[in-house]
């Protein structure tokens, strides 16, 4: 109960500082800093950060390599869900968790959905030649999503196996944090893109915790 309680609040004050900071990226210290005269919040901060970057391709395709794993993963529990369904043959016999898992992912695209009707900012850089939604940083947000839940659900299947567990646990976390590194440095957001999609992940990933806690904590090992 406690953990569950923890997580919760973990969830809400992340969710907080999320909009805590679409607030001051909407307000304060605006200016058009960016390609085609494209303007953003916090320019001070984004703008060093942005000139001390630079622009790395290299970084970029390493960034979506890692992202493209990350969504490897994601279908991977998907293709347990189907292998489940042929061999039991029947949608109630999936394993529950599944479902929780499942419903989570329909949770971070409505979210990534939404951020690219909503545009708060757009990105430091042309891509294509065009301007595209920046804010927050859809790639750290679904790298951080998916990859934490797939941690947590090998953890728990893993569970005859410490050293299995370790290693799957340890593979996410760095795919994970690794995407997140070489997306900043790549230069392809602005610094506080990518803080606002490690926070909204926070949010998404601590209600989750909490959820599957809630409806298979006494089953977990």
């Given at each position: 109960m406690?953990?569950?309680?923890?997580f919760v609040a973990l969830a809400i004050g992340s969710a907080l500082l999320f909009l805590a900071l679409v607030a001051l990226v909407e307000t304060v210290d605006v200016k058009a800093i960016g390609p085609l005269g494209s303007s953003v919040g916090l320019?001070?901060?984004?703008?060093?950060?942005?000139?001390?970057?630079?622009?790395?391709?290299?970084?970029?395709?390493?960034?979506?390599?890692?992202?493209?794993?990350?969504?490897?993963?994601?279908?991977?529990?998907?293709?347990?869900?189907?292998?489940?369904?042929?061999?039991r043959r029947s949608l109630k016999?999936?394993?529950?968790?599944?479902?929780?898992?499942?419903?989570?992912?329909?949770v971070v695209l409505a979210v990534y959905v939404l951020f690219e009707i909503i545009v708060i900012n757009e990105r430091p850089v042309l891509m294509d030649g065009e301007l595209e939604a920046s804010f927050p940083s859809s790639h750290t947000m679904l790298a951080i999503c998916i990859l934490s839940t797939a941690a947590h659900q090998l953890y728990v299947?893993?569970?005859?196996?410490?050293?299995?567990?370790?290693?799957?646990?340890?593979?996410?976390?760095?795919?994970?944090?690794?995407?997140?590194?070489?997306?900043?440095?790549?230069?392809?957001?602005?610094?506080?893109?990518?803080?606002g999609g490690i926070l909204i992940s926070g949010a998404l990933v601590f209600a989750y915790f909490f959820a599957y806690g809630k409806l298979f904590g006494a089953e977990e090992k």
């Open positions: 406690k953990k569950n309680n923890f320019s001070a901060v984004n703008g060093k950060v942005r000139d001390a970057i630079g622009y790395s391709k290299t970084l970029y395709s390493v960034a979506e390599i890692l992202g493209y794993a990350a969504l490897a993963s994601a279908a991977g529990f998907a293709l347990l869900g189907l292998v489940q369904l042929i061999k016999k999936i394993d529950k968790d599944l479902y929780l898992l499942g419903g989570f992912y329909v299947r893993l569970s005859s196996s410490k050293s299995a567990r370790i290693v799957s646990v340890a593979l996410c976390v760095a795919f994970a944090t690794l995407s997140v590194v070489c997306r900043l440095l790549s230069g392809v957001h602005w610094f506080t893109d990518i803080i």
